[in-house]
């Protein structure tokens, strides 16, 4: 075949610089802060509970909704921490991970042609899962106010056009680790409700948050319970990233047009992984409490290494991610600087342009993660602050 047969909508999805990223890393040996995946696995209980129930006969098809046993464990996890009640038979629904979910709530509630509104910066799936909809992304653009990224409410007012169907908000938020406040979401959900647009929430690190901050589920909110869908993944809060393990909240009519998309992308799938994640979610927070602890001592000891040597970190309320200005170590450019820290500091990072819809507009930024061990972020953090030293050096010869 001479031509490309991809389909032209999805030739801007074609490689993705986390892959990219993650061969250099291979080519290099350099420490790999770029895709964001834990480099321990999550509690012992989580992986025997998975080995007993492939040895004890769960392996063929879940049920299309999910275990029941795992949706009636998310019914009371949400009830629980968030005060927001959801039937386990109609209003839950377990998927391939949050990336399923997000593709399949799209696809089923956005009408081709209509808009998604998304925060820019956002998680590259968002871009590939719109237009598989057929549908069309708007931006919204984060800036930094101080050191912690927002938006401004005039510009979210003025993205909203008559053919927006949806928005699509991501909290605790990567790649800049702001976590919205009640009073960000407010204005999020006066927006929605002003427009009559459908929630769509990215909840993954909603319980990777620190320093005290509370997430707070935009369905929490009044009023939001009836147009919003919530998603959240067992791969994130229990260190399981390759189980693929997620769910999805909402209203029983919602849910239902996500599960009748979802039958026909991957129908069900993981059966033992989800008996696993029921075992152990009613026991979470000795496991979350430790994982909190752990990435904020992972978060600090990067940030401090680094500010300390001159580079400029944005706040990180949660998530796995530090995002720095890469212009305080004398980039302009992101890449350029990501390609001189795997060569010649050994360490990974992502530049923070593959989560804008052109790349340009977000140059200036470069993503490290830090859900790694301690060993690793400290000889990480060393060497950044090495390189950081040389390069001022540089710059001042
Ligand atoms: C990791 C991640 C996902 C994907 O979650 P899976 O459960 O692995 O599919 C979705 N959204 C964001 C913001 C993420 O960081």
């Not at 993650?22 to 350099?30: D, I, Q, V």
């Not at 719109?130 to 912690?148: E, F, N, S």
Request: proline share 7%; aromatic share 8%.
């Amino acid at each position: 075949m001479s031509e490309d047969p991809l389909v032209g909508k999805f030739a801007p999805f074609r490689s993705t610089i986390f892959a990219e990223m993650t061969a250099l890393a291979h080519r290099t040996g350099a420490i790999n802060l770029g895709q964001g995946f834990p480099d321990s696995d999550g509690p012992p209980e989580l992986l025997s509970a998975a080995a007993e129930a492939v040895l004890s006969g769960h392996n063929q098809y879940p049920p299309l909704p999910g275990v029941p046993a795992l949706r009636t464990a998310i019914a009371e996890q949400r009830a629980a921490d968030y005060g927001t009640p959801y039937d386990p038979d109609t209003e839950i629904l377990v998927t391939a991970g949050a990336t399923e979910a997000i593709a399949a709530a799209v696809a089923a509630l956005v009408p081709a042609g209509d808009e998604v509104l998304v925060f820019e910066p956002y998680y590259d799936s968002y871009g590939a899962a719109i237009a598989l909809a057929g549908a069309v992304r708007r931006t919204v653009r984060l800036h930094p106010v101080g050191d912690r990224f927002t938006f401004d409410p005039g510009e979210l007012a003025a993205a909203v056009t008559p053919r927006t169907r949806a928005f699509l908000v991501n909290t605790p938020h990567n790649p800049t680790g702001t976590v919205l406040s009640a009073a960000e979401l407010a204005v999020i959900a006066e927006i929605c409700e002003r427009h009559d647009l459908i929630a769509i929430t990215d909840e993954v690190y909603e319980h990777l948050v620190f320093d005290g901050v509370r997430h707070i589920p935009l369905a929490s909110l009044p009023g939001m319970a009836s147009r919003t869908l919530t998603i959240s993944s067992a791969g994130k809060t229990f260190n399981a990233t390759g189980w693929k393990v997620g769910w999805v909240c909402g209203p029983a009519p919602m849910v239902a047009a996500v599960r009748t998309v979802k039958q026909y992308l991957t129908f069900a799938g993981g059966t033992p992984f989800q008996h696993a994640v029921a075992a152990v979610l009613p026991d979470r927070h000795r496991w979350l409490d430790g994982l909190r602890t752990r990435l904020t001592a992972a978060r600090d000891t990067l940030r401090d290494a680094l500010t300390s040597t001159g580079w400029r970190c944005f706040a990180c309320q949660g998530t796995y991610f530090l995002q720095v200005d890469a212009r305080s170590v004398g980039y302009g450019d992101g890449t350029a600087l990501c390609h001189d820290l795997a060569t010649r500091a050994g360490v990974v990072a992502i530049p923070s342009g593959a989560f804008y819809a052109d790349p340009a507009s977000g140059r200036e930024l470069v993503r490290f993660a830090f859900c790694k061990s301690p060993a690793v972020i400290a000889t990480a953090a060393g060497r950044l602050a090495g390189f950081a030293a040389g390069a001022h050096r540089e710059g001042a010869a």
